[in-house]
């Protein structure tokens, strides 16, 4: 695949393209999706050298090849803030993620099911062993709409995908989580066509 190539003016406004017949596309749909990754506050984009203000940018796409070339306008810079914005890594526990696919009818209501039994055993597990309690549990149903929250649409599927994210102090605790996935294929929901990657590696 070819990389973009940015021909950048004095006023802040470039063209985006990539040599032809490279694949991939440069478009107004993957400027704008880019243009707006982990932007945060699209009026203080905070940068090393600028503070940038993306509230009024244009984009359009040039005429000739389709996916060629896009044009961007209207971002403005202020001067750089006194701070830095630093990411930084550090230990904080561990870790692990399993993803179930779930078909037939009430697929959704049998993905969450499963979800919250796998974890309310897991827990009580943790009670038995004296191991304290996840430190955060994530459980989405991907089909159900639950990314949209109270503005989801649809209630039900017959396709659904449970995606478990849990984390936790301890090594030991994440792979009894671990190995507690596995029976949800054979001992609860029907439907349940077996585990993305195999078992969840903390």
Known sequence: MGFPVVECSADGSFVLSKPPKTGGLVSFGTVAEQLVYEIGDPQRYLLPDVICD????AIQELPGVEGSAVR??????????????????????????AVCPVGGPRAAEK???????IIKRTRRMFKQLGLEDFNSVNIQVLGAEDTYGPNARRKDSREAVIWMAVHHKQ????????REVAPAGTGM?????????GRPRV
């Open 189 to 197: 929901a029907p439907g349940l066509t077996g585990i993305v990657g």
């Open 171 to 178: 090594k030991k605790a994440l792979e009894i989580f671990s």
């Open 72 to 97: 961007v306008t209207g971002a403005k810079g202020s001067s750089p803030s006194h701070h830095y914005k630093v990411c930084a890594t550090f230990m904080d526990g561990f870790r692990a993620t």
């Open 54 to 57: 993306f509230s009024q940018v």
């Open 111 to 117: 993905a969450r099911r499963t979800a919250d039994s």
